[in-house]
């Protein structure tokens, strides 16, 4: 379980029993009350090179905004549910927005409220609605702290229409193992070749764990699907990728094989990051190449056309040659 160095909350957290239960938890560190988790002025006024620093802290708040965003990939709707952030320190996390606003792991504990509203729109609809809940952050890493999977499991499961999916590059899977989900949720698991794990990937779980979480939840009856992201162009990537394919074709079970899906990203990258990881990370491989990467809007930046077109061929060709019968949802 993660153990804060600090934590910062708003004292609305007390008038929820989540709120209370994260207190009592934490009883022996240090707290420190602020009137808003998305200001944090102390935050705001760090350094870059104390970007790893401040993920030791724990933030704690009321979620007020609850707008679904439409999503036409694996899901219908992102819906913003009860954490933000992460204390992993992927190097090209999209999280990362607004320097050191989205640095941090943010809890949010009027999770009845969310869960609700996604009930309600669920039943409301006239065909069956798939809503992203992880989107802005990793449920595997904050269940560890919150337990607030097999609570959301129990209390959907019986709703008459819709799913749940999220992605994770977590292994703690076995507290949702023996759950009843009644097929109600669907779990992506992001990998990527151990080495850009070890380089990149900063404080998340290794190839090997993943794989096995992967198996360990298609026993236990999950849809599953499988996101090869973000594909980083480094020198040797074709021959990475090959062999990360090739080890998921030897290591995954039959089970998980005759009906996984997959999910295909290219890295995007930011000014932002270029900044952070130059002064947080000091001696880590530098992502951006100025060679193969081209503008993509104000301060982002993403492989050139005919690159990316080239490693769409690649998956293709690998993924007919090694999962031939599975569905790549997408590949962008």
């Not at 449920?139 to 709703?159: A, D, M, Q, R, Y």
């Not at 949702?176 to 850009?196: A, C, F, W, Y």
């Not at 060709?317 to 599975?326: A, S």
Request: charged content about 30%.
């Amino acid at each position: 379980m993660f153990k804060p160095k600090a934590i910062y909350y708003e004292k609305e957290i007390l008038e929820y029993p989540l709120g209370k239960q994260l207190i009592k938890q934490y009883e022996n560190v240090e707290k420190i009350e602020i009137d808003n988790h998305n200001n944090i002025e102390e935050m705001r006024k760090k350094q870059n090179s104390e970007f790893a620093d401040m993920k030791r802290n724990l933030i704690i708040g009321i979620r007020k905004t609850h707008k679904f965003v439409e999503n036409h990939k694996t899901s219908d709707f992102l819906v913003p549910y009860t954490s933000s952030g992460c204390t992993a320190s992927c190097m090209y996390c999209y999280l990362v927005c607004n320097y050191n606003k989205c640095a941090y792991l943010r809890l949010f504990v009027n999770r009845e409220q969310m869960l609700e509203k996604i009930i309600k729109t669920a039943n409301k609809s006239e065909k069956e609605l798939t809503f992203e809940i992880g989107s802005n952050s990793d449920l595997i890493l904050e269940n560890t702290i919150t337990g607030n999977l097999p609570w959301t499991i129990e209390n959907f499961k019986n709703v008459e229409k819709g799913y749940l999916t999220f992605p994770t590059k977590f292994d703690m899977v076995d507290d949702i193992l023996q759950l009843d989900h009644n097929g109600k949720v669907v779990i992506r698991m992001s990998v990527n070749p151990e080495t850009i794990i070890n380089k990149v990937e900063f404080g998340t779980s290794r190839l090997k764990g993943r794989i096995e979480a992967i198996n360990k939840l298609k026993e236990a009856g999950y849809k599953i699907g499988i996101l090869i992201a973000p594909v980083i162009m480094v020198e040797n990537w074709k021959e990475l990728y090959l062999e990360l394919i090739q080890r998921l074709n030897q290591e995954l079970s039959e089970k998980v094989k005759k009906d996984v899906f997959f999910e295909i990203i290219f890295m995007t990258y930011s000014f932002v990051h270029i900044k952070i990881n130059e002064e947080a990370f000091p001696n880590a491989i530098n992502l951006y190449n100025k060679e193969i990467m081209a503008g993509r809007g104000k301060g982002k930046y993403m492989y050139k056309i005919e690159l990316r077109k080239d490693g769409e061929i690649f998956f293709r060709e690998q993924m007919k040659k090694y999962f031939p019968t599975n569905k790549i949802e997408y590949i962008v």
